[in-house]
Structure formats: C-alpha cells, structure tokens
C-alpha cells in the first residue's frame, strides 16, 4: 500500500518520555558543566574572586530554574533531560502544576541566561588585550558555539520533543517557536 504524499509528508510525534534515558542526561551535563568550567576558567584567570563571584552566580541561575520552573513541572520528582526534576524535591517544594503554563518566557527574563554567556567571553576579551592565548580563544568559543549550535541541537533535537511538559505548555518552547499566547488563545476560543 502506498502512501499518499500528505502522510509521507506528515512526521510522526517523537516518543513522550516519562523518564528521560540516561544519555540524554549525560549529554546535557557534560556540555553544561564543559561550558561553564571554560567561563570559571577566564573569569578566574582575571581575578580569582571574579571566578568565584561567576559559580555563585551559576548557582543563583540554578536556584531559579528550579524555583521557577522545576516545582511546577510535569517531571518534578522525575528524571528530565536536564536530571534537574528528580533533584527538584531536594531542593524545592512542588507547586502547582497550572502556574508553569501561566508563566511567560520573554528576552528580558532571559537575560540572566544571556549574562552567563557574556561575561566570560568579556572576560576573555580582556585576557586577550593584556597577552594573547590561543587557550583563552578557544575557551572563549566554547559558550558561543553552546549559545548557537548545542543549544538549538539540545532542545530542538534531544530534549523538547520527547518533552510531557511540553505537549501540556511549554512558555520557553512557545516564545522559541514564536508562539504567543494570544494566537493559542484566539484559537482555544
């Protein structure tokens, strides 16, 4: 039996995980602790408290993700991409489900993230003025290239299409795919 050109162009959902597989896990901390190691790295070359001041303010970032959006995730107490949900018990309480679809996702409130990768490529152009190093160039790389190509490969690829959170609401996913909530609502009505 042949298939029409409509389903042949139709693709398939990808699997919804309840549990994420360990290697998604495995790939995903690896380039985030290989990405924020480079940025420890050159903001400690500066300064060793600048190095310090930058884990205390991962830490930070961490501490909002998992406030903001882990207790009120699908995987709360469940292991997600990230591993992030089945630590979130440890961490914070759970809150209701419904205000992880009431949050929105916008530029500004994505600039904490954005501040993660600026400083050490700042820190590295400093480095670079006071004594060149093909060291701290590369190391300068290494968030960029996670910023542009590890992130889209990530999310797009590996972790939000097997997202239950996501299939439920997803406001990252939506301001990402350049959704809003206005059109998801003119179209429920």
Sequence with gaps: MKKTAKEKSEKKEPEAYESYPVRTLI??????IINYAAGIYILSQLWIWLGLLFILYILFLEWIV???GCSCCYYYGKRCFSGRGKLAP???KRDDPKKFCEKEVTAKNLMPQILALVFPVAGGAIL????FSWLIVGLMLIPVLIWFFGNPLIYGNIACPHCKQGRICCPANDFFSG???KKKKGRSE
């Design 90 to 92: 440890k961490f914070v």
């Design 128 to 131: 670079l003025y006071l004594s």
């Design 66 to 68: 998992y406030r903001e």
């Design 179 to 181: 959704k809003s909530r």
């Design 27 to 32: 790939l995903y901390n690896v380039i985030f």
